[in-house]
């Protein structure tokens, strides 16, 4: 059973950074690929980044150019790096599998961008 666990989040003013890292339980960056999801009150989860097992990488509109997905898979770590943080971007931030069924969700980890 595969476990995911987020971290990295906070809380910024407008134009800030935040680095967000996911730690799986095994090596399965390399069988999957991967992404960033993001929930916020009232609307449904929306996947932001994704990247491929060959290392390919793709992200929502919403988010391009802001936000880089990237992955140590010597480390089983996902990674988010976000700049340029919007309000807008404030919401709870998941990684899991871009593809087929997801694995369990974690907790993940709380992004509010506010002045």
């Known amino acids: 059973q595969v476990q995911l666990v987020e971290s990295g989040g906070g809380s910024v003013q407008p134009g800030g950074s935040l680095r967000l890292s996911c730690a799986a339980s095994?090596?399965?960056?390399?069988?999957?690929?991967m992404g960033w999801y993001r929930q916020a009150p009232g609307k449904q989860r929306e996947l932001v980044a994704r990247?491929?097992?060959?290392?390919?990488?793709n992200y929502a509109d919403s988010v391009k150019g802001r936000f880089t997905i990237s992955r140590d898979d010597a480390k089983n770590t996902l990674y988010l790096q976000m700049n340029s943080l919007k309000p807008e971007d404030t919401a709870v931030y998941y990684c899991?599998?871009?593809?087929?069924?997801?694995?369990?969700w974690g907790q993940g980890t709380q992004v509010t961008v506010s002045s």
């Open positions: 095994g090596s399965i960056f390399r069988i999957y690929a």
């Open positions: 899991n599998s871009a593809v087929g069924a997801p694995f369990d």
């Open positions: 990247i491929t097992r060959g290392g390919s990488t």
